[in-house]
């Protein structure tokens, strides 16, 4: 889905891929900015220290969202003609924590001219069913680590979180795939902390991932049962390491590194709207 604003200088696009969220998701946006003059444009915080993107947010109520911080993004500089793309998960800014229907609307300053205004995107937060929970100490400090499913319109998906319920804070709310009906996903935590997760994401598909300690997918590879070998799981040794086994990796299979800035991000869980 994707709404259009244009000034004199530049023309605005934003965008959302999705329009369905877990509650605690990262909430990913996307503004893509053209030049349209003939000469340099420059998108760059103003003399005030002010940025230039910012947003405005409200719920189904058509209320206002609180923001929790400024948007800082540094200075963008546009050639004639030329098009450039900025994605923010908003989710750090505003306090979109609760369940329901919200709507967002991206503001372009540009020096010395009119904001420019986006049309409003529409989305929606709900909220999963959890499949696993479990306690552990990092630091001494306890973390709740869950496994959550959520119906995404048409498909089930598994989620990590990742939370500090003492400090009311979720660290992580990562989606790692689709995830069949009735299949319970296999878990290890390994010697330094970071957690090992297999789920049957189709007939005789299984997908791994491993994750540190605050949510952050560090690794996932995904592998085929095959008639009389070991079904693709989790396996922990006596040295605390945890391995994946059993399988097989299809050959156009490729082992995925996903590290993004937008995981791992401390969201106070009970911030107010």
């Known amino acids: 889905m994707a709404v259009a604003a244009a ?7 934003f965008s959302q891929a999705r329009n369905l969220y877990l509650q605690y998701e990262a909430i990913d946006l996307t503004i893509a900015l053209t030049n349209v003059t003939d000469g340099p ?3 760059a915080p103003d003399s005030d220290g002010k940025f230039w993107l910012s947003f405005l947010a409200f719920d189904q109520n058509g209320s206002v969202v609180n923001q929790v911080k400024n948007v800082e993004i540094g200075q963008i500089n546009l050639a004639p003609g030329e098009t450039k793309r900025v994605t923010i998960n908003i989710l750090p800014f505003y306090a979109i924590r609760s369940t329901g229907g919200f709507s967002v609307q991206a503001v372009i300053s ?17 909220k999963g069913e959890t499949m696993w929970k479990h306690d552990a100490y990092n630091a001494g400090v306890k973390r709740t680590y869950s496994l959550v499913r959520f119906l995404d319109v048409t498909e089930s998906n598994l ?8 400090q009311n804070l979720v660290y992580s709310t990562v989606r790692l ?9 296999a878990v290890e935590f390994d010697a330094l902390g ?22 952050r997918i560090l690794k996932q590879e995904d592998r085929s049962a095959v008639v009389g070998m070991t079904t693709p799981t989790v396996a922990k040794a006596n040295d605390g390491t945890v391995q994946f086994i059993g399988g ?3 050959k156009d299979a490729t082992e995925r590194v996903k590290l993004s800035e937008t995981q791992g991000s401390q969201i106070p869980a009970g911030a107010a709207q």
């Open 194 to 215: 970071n957690i090992h997760i297999v789920q049957v994401i189709g007939s005789r598909n299984y997908r791994y991932t491993e994750a540190d300690a605050n949510g």
């Open 110 to 126: 540009i020096p010395g001219l009119t904001p420019v205004m986006t049309g409003k995107l529409y989305f929606t937060i709900g």
């Open 177 to 185: 795939g689709k995830i069949v009906a009735f299949a319970d996903p």
């Open 41 to 43: 444009v420059a998108l």
């Open 7 to 13: 000034q004199a200088q530049v023309q605005v696009q």
């Open 248 to 250: 097989f990796t299809k």
């Open 159 to 166: 989620y990590l979180r990742v939370e500090e319920p003492d």
